[in-house]
């Protein structure tokens, strides 16, 4: 029997709805979401299969799910947003807006290495736990206090937590708002997105139910790096629990807590893949303040996920991943959330789901469903 698919797709990507379904019907997802805009222009829109496998609740339009890292995107779409109106400068010190995080020899460290990963700040020294990532000021504070783990701009090491307090306490300090709370005055709200970071308690029952991934294991792979253990462990973020709790998402976690689904998060980006212009037709930004995540801010292996990276103004840059064009960013979350947003042809695609994959840079699901995209579109 084939699993509940619903929604909108334009007949020239019926391949994707294809893909979908088969997804869902082999068992790959339980419950998930696709969405893609072309030109500002929502051309793929589909949901399908269970919200919650426990009790069979269906995935619905309206569903939405914690997204981890896709999170991210909405932050560095925000500061994006606040350098274009010129009060924001990526090259200038972080001191320069939070005085006290020049403590520790980080004076000097930048505001584009906080955006690009290499900032050294890739955790906590202070032993922390979940229930302290929802008390913003320590959670800042710690962070402004303490030493780097490698000197500033030097490597890139993924800051898979951290990104988001110490990038939305610069934008609080500039503009005496919290990260969420941006967002959500100056970009979700006005295109009406369904996307939240610190989720209102009445859209709770709206929330699916993550199914954590298979335990991953190597025998033969080398011992994990004090940094990588460091992340992982404080707190740990394998704790799926948490984000059925109220705590977790009413929280503000720039980084990893934010709740929306894939229509959200494509609609969105419309305003990066479309030179500023929302899918609304609302100016947001110039298209030199959109190109600016375009900009290399460092390379090379990354000292946390072990892999090799390019990393822009606050998104990935496709240096490794198969894409159509170079003019490419992206973003994946823990478990195979995925955005792409191409700039060359104005295209975004975005894939949230509850059946969690060991991975935090997406996998075949999302991948296979935007090689369908690019192939009815005639690019690849």
């Known amino acids: 029997m084939s699993a509940f698919v619903d929604g909108f797709t334009d007949e020239r990507f019926a391949a994707v709805r294809t893909q979908f379904q088969a997804n869902l019907d082999s068992g790959a997802d339980v419950g998930a979401s ?11 829109d589909l949901w ?50 939070w005085p006290e995080f020049a403590a520790n020899g980080k004076k000097d460290v930048k505001v584009s290495q906080l955006m690009s990963h290499s900032s050294g ?12 990532l929802y008390d913003w000021e320590k959670a800042t504070s710690l962070l402004a206090a303490q030493a780097p783990f490698w000197e500033p701009g030097t490597k890139p ?83 799926i629990g948490a984000t059925r709790t109220r705590a977790w998402r009413g929280a503000e976690i ?25 899918r609304n037709g609302k100016r947001f930004m110039s298209e030199a303040g959109v190109r600016k995540a375009l900009e290399v801010q460092i390379e090379g292996q990354d000292m946390i996920l072990g892999t090799p990276v390019k990393y822009g103004m606050g998104f990935g840059l496709p240096a490794h991943i198969p894409v159509p064009s170079k003019n490419t960013i992206f973003w994946g979350g ?26 935090t840079v997406g996998d075949m699901r999302a991948f296979g469903l935007a090689m369908e995209f690019w192939q009815a579109s005639g690019v690849v």
């Open 254 to 278: 720039p980084a990893a807590g934010g709740t929306g689904n894939a229509r959200s998060v494509a609609e969105v980006h419309t305003i990066l893949a479309n030179g500023g212009v929302g």
């Open 334 to 359: 823990y478990g195979g959330h995925l955005v792409l947003i191409d700039m060359d042809r104005h295209t975004t695609i975005a894939y949230t789901m509850t059946k969690m994959a060991p991975s």
């Open 34 to 44: 696709v969405c893609m805009t072309l030109e500002g222009k929502t051309v793929v």
């Open 121 to 132: 700040l890739s955790g906590w020294k202070e032993k922390i736990t979940t229930e302290d």
């Open 157 to 239: 090491g993924y800051h898979a937590i951290t990104q988001g307090y110490l990038v939305g306490e610069v934008i609080r300090r500039i503009t005496d708002k919290s990260v969420g709370t941006v967002f959500r005055e100056e970009i979700a709200g006005p295109l009406g997105a369904d996307f939240h970071i610190g989720l209102p308690a009445s859209e709770d029952a709206r929330v699916a139910t993550l199914i954590p991934p298979p335990k991953s294991s190597s025998p033969t792979a080398a011992p994990p790096s004090e940094f990588v253990i460091n992340m992982a462990t404080n707190p740990p973020v394998d704790n």
């Open 48 to 97: 399908g299969g269970l919200a919650d496998e426990a009790s069979g609740t269906p995935w619905t339009r309206d569903t939405i799910v914690n997204v981890y890292s896709v999170t991210k995107t909405m932050t560095a779409l925000t500061a994006l947003l606040v350098a274009d109106r010129g009060e924001l400068d990526f090259n200038a010190p972080v001191s320069k807006y």
